[in-house]
């Protein structure tokens, strides 16, 4: 079976051994090592130098609630939103704090000028830098560049783009940011880490949830624990992702994860397909998932049912309003040119049973000849 899903993803063999060995005292000397490890090796990823990371134990969500609820001292908080996750920003926010959420079409750019406008009477900004429900790269520089204008904090999901893709905390001026294991990582779910620089603290609402309160995480990292029992074996399994990380190299594993993602657009391209967002330069197209609209003719199941049963190959369908209408296909992790042209292998015989398709298998070659 193969998981070519925006998560979780395919585990690397090292980290499912990882898991397989006895507990630890999460308030001992060994599970200290293993929290400082990992907590170091991913402000490199968050491109974090003055602040902390924390863990969560909990799905990429918590993560974000725990960013936004902890950072909710803001007279009003502008959500930007053009796809699902954007959407649930906008949710979690209106929980905590007055919110004005800037909308777009799913799969359509950010209205840079729109941002402008709406940030003038906010004084923080929360949106999601990868939006996995649509294949589209938000502008993040660009937005956080407008916070900064307007002095306002900026908090960004980074979930499907942190290990896969540039996240330049400091040099784009993002003050908090959110990982999820499951992701780009290459690690099993449910862990979730949240990148914090000094200036995030001025923002801090005491009323947050308590198991969400990053102060309580922030004090009990003087004695390297967590507040609470962590999810032990899955920071087992972080700590042996990140070190498969630290072996590639950061610039390696984003050239993979770029040079893999444009193998399955140029393949979709030339097969005929047609991909469902509509970058305009500063959005751009992801370089962790793609998503391609479902060719006339073809449903959901027609293409997944199939290609789990004959392939043993699952993929994602579209979600909430694109359910039906789209498919996509992510290249997060540790999977490489195999993964890859066997799922768009698969994907192509099995549209062509029900559509006409070009075969273009060999420009997806092309393109991964760059991977050595
Ligand atoms: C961009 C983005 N944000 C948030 C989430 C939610 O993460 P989780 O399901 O780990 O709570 C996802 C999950 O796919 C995501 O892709």
Known sequence: MLLMIPGPVQLHERIINSMCRQMISHRGAEFSK???YCMDALKPIFGLKNGEVLLISGSGTAGVEAAISSFSKVKKILTIENGKFGERIGEIASKYCETKRLEFEWGRPVDLGEVEKAIKDCDAVAFVHNETSTGMLNPAEEIAKIAKENNALVIMDAITSAGGDYVKMDEWGIDVAVVGSQKCLGAPPGLAAVAVNERAWEYYNKKCPYYLDLAAYKKKLKELQTPYTPAVPL??????????????????????????????????????????????????????????????????????????????????????????????????????????????????????????????????????????
């Open 235 to 372: 920071f087992f399994a972080l700590e042996e992702a990140l070190k498969i990380i630290e072996e590639e190299g950061l610039e390696n594993r984003i050239r993979r994860h770029i040079i893999l993602n444009s193998a399955v657009r140029e393949w979709a391209l030339a097969a005929g397909l047609e991909l469902f967002p509509q970058p305009d330069g500063h959005s751009k197209y992801s370089n962790t998932l793609t998503a391609i609209n479902l060719p006339k003719g073809v449903s959901d199941s027609d293409l997944r049912n199939t290609l789990r049963k004959e392939y043993g190959i699952t993929i994602s369908g579209g979600q909430d309003a694109v359910k039906g209408k789209i498919f996509r296909i992510a290249a997060m992790g540790n999977v490489g040119k195999l993964e890859v042209l066997s799922t768009i292998a698969a994907v192509e015989d099995v549209l062509s049973r029900f559509t006409k398709i070009e075969s273009a298998i060999d420009v997806a070659t092309k393109v991964l000849r760059d991977l050595k």
């Open 34 to 36: 293993i929290l400082k």
